[in-house]
């Protein structure tokens, strides 16, 4: 499976964006689907996952109550609604998965990506 990601762009802070991560093929029920960022000069850090099956959902602390994931079977897709963006939230942001798939998260396990779509939040 390939992932294209869309939907970044510039906002102020306090603003809003809607991340589409749109799959090449099925998204089979053990995959988890994930949401990464990487802000210039610092590693790539965990924001969102989401388990196919069972749409159980996880957040990094740093997001929580502000961002949301959900999935779309029919369409193979995945999204990412940021909410009450800050200036901190700016960065590059990536979707993945973890084909291999289980019930315990580990970003090491997710080997399948796309390309990145940039978000700038200003203050």
């Known amino acids: 499976v390939q992932l294209q990601a869309s939907g970044g762009g510039s906002v102020q802070a306090g603003g809003s964006l809607r991340l589409s991560c749109q799959a090449s093929g099925p998204i089979y029920s053990n995959y988890i689907m994930g949401w990464f960022r990487q802000a210039p000069g610092q590693e790539r850090e965990f924001v969102a996952a989401i388990w196919w099956r069972a749409n159980t959902k996880m957040f990094a602390e740093s997001v929580k109550g502000r961002f949301t994931i959900s999935r779309v079977a029919a369409e193979n897709a995945v999204y990412l609604q940021l909410n009450s963006l800050k200036p901190e939230d700016t960065a590059v942001y990536y979707c993945?998965?973890?084909?291999?798939?289980?019930?315990?998260?580990?970003?090491?396990?997710?080997?399948?990506w796309g390309q990145g779509t940039l978000v700038t939040v200003s203050s």
């Open positions: 993945a998965a973890d084909i291999r798939g289980g019930r315990n998260f580990d970003r090491d396990r997710f080997d399948v």
